[in-house]
């Protein structure tokens, strides 16, 4: 609990006026499950949500009826898909979280889930082309290289695409990285950002160690990188089969979330964080989507950082990750056709 009253002690300072506040209904969708639950809870602390609105196939009713005893000032709701329960979960959303869909089972990369996920994202993005079309999304549903374009292709069939308004969430990454590195040099994590760059998942992940301002060996640097590209794999082997990351996901996630309700709805300026969004960066190698630092701003993304100075070693690490997310972004958009 550590983590969630350090994250909303800050949020909290910073709610916003109550006029903006009463606007700010959010929707979880895959709310009863793993990430759900306890993201649903970080929400359900931060005084920028004004309504939570708690969606899944099963079991909302009774999260969102346990949720909503805690005494903060937001009005929780729970559905299911009966009478309409998609449809009110979403009406008047401003923002909508995902991690709807399978998890990962040892033995299985993030591709493996593609079968039963994909269709899973589709209908969600065909409900929210409907109901709420000028929205924030944020996917959180696996595999993230490839949902991203296909709730992109959707809303572009419905003809409601706003690509400043979806956000593939790869927070996750950097929180890691920060972690690890600073376990690595000793340092408090508060003190260690680190860039990463690519998609998410395995080489597609490339962290910017570079940037940091700290001194690795070639040692250090191999051993970091591998740990912050495979970290959700250390999740999946230690939870032996009952599923992948999620608190530290709904931490993430949380974060997300309220930085996006900080610069859309509260007025932030300076508001960064990285996230996989439609982007030229890459383009020209037939990579739509990139996850880079962006600057979120009242529209949503207002701009996309550039890589910045990279080093020699990281330069090898995106020449690997642009063909593989070549990959997963072509087979997300034919999926979606
Ligand atoms: N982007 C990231 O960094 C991360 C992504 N993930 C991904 O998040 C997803 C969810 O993971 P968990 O919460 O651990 O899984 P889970 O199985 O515990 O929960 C998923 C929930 O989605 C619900 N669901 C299934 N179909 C649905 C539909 N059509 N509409 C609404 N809800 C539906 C299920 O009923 C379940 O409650 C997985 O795909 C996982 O790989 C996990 C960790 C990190
Ligand atoms: O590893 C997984 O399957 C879940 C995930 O995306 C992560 O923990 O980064």
Redesign the pocket.
Known sequence: MFATSRLFSVAAKRSFSTSAANLTKVAV??A?????QPLSLLLKENPNVSHLSL????NAPGVAADIGHINTNSKVTGHTPENDGLKEALTDAHVVVI??????KPGMT?DD?FNT?AS?VR??ATAAAKYCPNAHFLI???P?NSTVPIFAETMKKAGVFNPKRLYG?TT?DVVRASRFVAEVKNLDPKDVKVTVVGG?SGVTIVPLLSQTGLEFTKEELDALTHRIQFG?DEVVQAKNGT????LS?AYAGARMANSVLEATVGGKKGVVEPSFVKSDIFASEGVEYFSTNIELGPEGVEKIQGLGEISAYEKELISKAVPELKKNIVKGNEFAQ
């Not at 991690?99 to 990962?104: E, H």
């Open positions: 969708l895959g009863a499950g793993g990430i759900g969606y899944d196939i099963v991690p709807a869909g399978i998890p990962r993030r889930l996920n899973i209908d969600l959180i549903s696996n993230v969430v996750l998410h959700g599923g992948s990351a999620t996901m």
